[in-house]
């Protein structure tokens, strides 16, 4: 395996002392390699929620400090806890429709972002393959949110954040499998790289300095709020849920 797809960078800052104490507390190095990459996808997904970040270029470290993320900065954070117990992974980059985006952003915000997206996806290498986790951008718990309010829905679904051809058959758990979560509104191939660092030297979002500061200082909040009060909801239901069953 080339050790370009095992290397630290200054994104993938995995010797860091929070990555580096996150990996020994859970021992994740102590795993094999099937339990290690399941562990570190589970912790990913769930534990860092999906959320919107000021930028798509902060370290792991940050990410995880944080403590919420979206497509471009969980890949990140992910690829450096695989990196950090030995695990080899890449970068997929692509441009997708701001579309499946309606949901969680409303309004102006809305019409202010650009037409297309850049996003990305990890890959891990796996029992000679290269296996993609998009489906880690999403917690299970908004997840079972926006299932349970469009639970209808048959066929596509782009909204909230999830664009998928078959809304009933999504699932974002990995099983030595892909998975997938918005991969239904690519649009492009920007195609693969050794880490986050040299995609985002080719590729950034397309806007101009304005909407950029709009979007940091009031679009991303607007669309973690949306996602919070989707994730509420079902939290909500299920108390009431349980309520009744007592």
């Known amino acids: 395996m080339d050790m370009q797809f095992l290397e630290e960078t200054k994104m993938l800052n995995y010797q860091s002392v929070g990555i580096q104490k996150l ?6 190095g102590e795993l094999s390699e099937y339990e290690k990459i399941k562990a570190i996808y589970g912790f990913v997904q769930n534990e860092i929620p999906l959320g919107y970040n000021r930028n798509d270029t902060l370290t792991a470290e940050q990410v995880l400090m944080d403590e919420y993320g979206q497509c471009n900065t969980k890949a990140t954070l992910l690829m450096a806890l ?3 117990v030995n695990i080899p992974c890449r970068i997929h980059g692509f441009e997708v429709s701001k579309d499946f985006q309606h949901g969680a952003t409303t309004g102006i915000i809305a019409a202010l972002a650009p037409d297309k997206i850049v996003h990305t996806w990890a890959e891990v290498y796996y029992k000679g393959q290269w296996l993609a986790l998009e489906g880690v ?11 349970a309010k469009y639970s209808h829905v048959q066929g596509e679904f782009m909204k909230f954040a999830i664009a998928t051809k078959d809304f009933q058959k999504i699932s974002v758990d990995w099983n030595e499998n892909n998975t997938y979560i918005q991969s239904a509104a690519i649009v492009s191939d920007l195609g693969v790289f ?26 991303r909040k607007i669309m973690n709020y949306n996602v919070g009060k989707m994730r509420k909801s079902h939290i909500k239901s299920m108390d009431t849920l349980s309520c009744l069953r007592k």
């Not at 986050?196 to 009031?218: L, R």
């Open 137 to 147: 951008i999403t917690d299970n718990q908004y997840l079972e949110a926006v299932k």
């Open 194 to 219: 050794p880490n986050p660092d040299k995609f985002f030297e080719h590729y950034t979002q397309h806007w101009c300095k304005m909407k950029d500061f709009m979007y940091v200082h009031f679009g």
């Open 82 to 84: 695989l990196r950090g």
């Open 23 to 28: 990996i020994n507390e859970k021992r994740w």
